[in-house]
């Protein structure tokens, strides 16, 4: 039975998307990423059904994210690659938790951690080739390699891969990016280093720039079925979307012309109407900026989201007539399109930003409910 708020999450879509991915790409090393708690899919189940569906690798952001699929009993390679300046590397190293380092703080940092504990970290050097967030500096390179090859010489350090992150700015701005990376693999090796995991493409590098998949692409949105391109959609790309958010209808209300709907009177009833009340707001998720916009599916068919998105429900418009929708009825606000529900792409349409936003934004009321696992 449908729940009142609830994110259906399909894992067999998980699966498939990886295992269709991987040899899509063709490189020896997929990584999953799963960060942000699986783009609010639900870190540790979608870990493991990236791992069935062929992911050797698994990505997050933070350390603690990584200890936490290492609490749930996950002993795939996992990389964290964004630090707390004081971030507890000792825990890292100790749960076996390949580190991405951007500086030669981090790089100090890692190899104190790693003498007290005596044992060598596994890192991943990561380089700024354009994007102006994290990495390295071309101008750092040379201290930040030299550095760990002689940390790597005493046994502390291993530099199992070399990576970056690409702006998908333009075809060329990623064409700049890629030869400074080639330079960074280039001048790691004339170090001394020996990376075998070299890395730089994530979902929408991974499917339109073959000359980025190098050792290992790492997939996030396309993982969970979504396109990160504006001109295919998931079917397009032969992906099926995992998430499907869905509630109950909570109020069903008859209202004549001119009745005001929601905060401000954004919307008034231009004729008699129905109204269902859907218990989702923007604490759950749901996009203030989609007020009016938006569609949800009731029944097999789509009506619009009418007046202000409030913060633990919004208000729908069955129109004149009432087809039959009850209270306790099934609410789709967002699903794979190919049912008929409006896509989370849809979503982010109508709120004027990325899919990417719209699944990993779903609050923490919403009931994750995993299937096929
Ligand atoms: C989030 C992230 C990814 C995944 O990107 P998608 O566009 O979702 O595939 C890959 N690499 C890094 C460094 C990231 O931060």
Wanted: proline share 4%; hydrophobic share 50%.
């Amino acid at each position: 039975m449908t729940g009142f708020r609830e994110a259906v999450i399909d894992l067999a879509a998980i699966r498939s998307n990886m295992a269709y991915l991987r040899q899509l790409v063709g490189t020896p090393h997929a990584m999953a990423v799963v960060k942000a708690d699986a783009y609010g899919h639900g870190a540790v189940p979608v870990a493991r059904a990236a791992l069935a569906g062929g992911a050797d690798w698994l990505g997050v952001a933070d350390i603690d994210e990584a200890l936490a699929l290492r609490d749930a009993g996950i002993d795939a390679p996992i990389l964290a690659w964004l630090h707390d300046p004081d971030a507890d590397f000792s825990a890292a190293i100790g749960d076996d938790v390949t580190l991405g380092l951007s500086s030669l703080r981090q790089v100090q940092q890692v190899a104190d951690a790693a003498t007290e504990l005596g044992r060598a970290a596994s890192v991943h050097l990561k380089l700024e080739t354009g994007l102006s967030r994290n990495g390295v500096h071309e101008n750092d390179w040379a201290a930040v390699f030299a550095l760990a090859a002689a940390l790597e010489r005493v046994g502390l350090l291993r530099v199992e891969g070399v990576m970056s992150h690409l702006a998908n700015a333009s075809a060329f701005d990623d064409q700049q990016a890629l030869e400074c990376f080639e330079r960074g693999v280039e001048a790691a090796r004339a170090a001394g280093l020996t990376p075998t995991l070299v890395h730089v493409a994530s979902s929408a590098a991974a499917l339109r720039l073959p000359a980025a998949r190098f050792s290992m692409v790492r997939f996030g949105i396309t993982l969970y079925g979504l396109s990160p391109f504006a001109d295919a959609t998931s079917a397009d790309l032969g992906l099926v979307p995992a998430m499907t958010l869905r509630g109950r209808v909570a109020h069903v209300r008859r209202v004549s012309a001119g009745a005001g709907v929601s905060y401000d009177y954004l919307w008034r009833a231009p004729h008699d109407s129905t109204l269902v009340l859907v218990p989702l707001g923007y604490a759950d998720g749901i996009p203030r900026q989609a007020s009016g916009t938006a569609l949800v599916h009731i029944h097999g068919a789509n009506y619009p989201v009418v007046g202000r998105v409030a913060m633990d429900q919004f208000v729908v418009n069955l129109g004149a007539d009432n087809p039959g929708v009850a209270v306790g009825d099934e609410v789709v606000v967002f699903g794979d399109p190919v049912t008929g529900a409006p896509s989370a792409t849809d979503w982010a349409d109508a709120a004027g930003t990325i899919n990417y936003e719209i699944v990993t934004r779903i609050g923490h009321r919403v009931t994750r409910k995993h299937l096929n696992g």
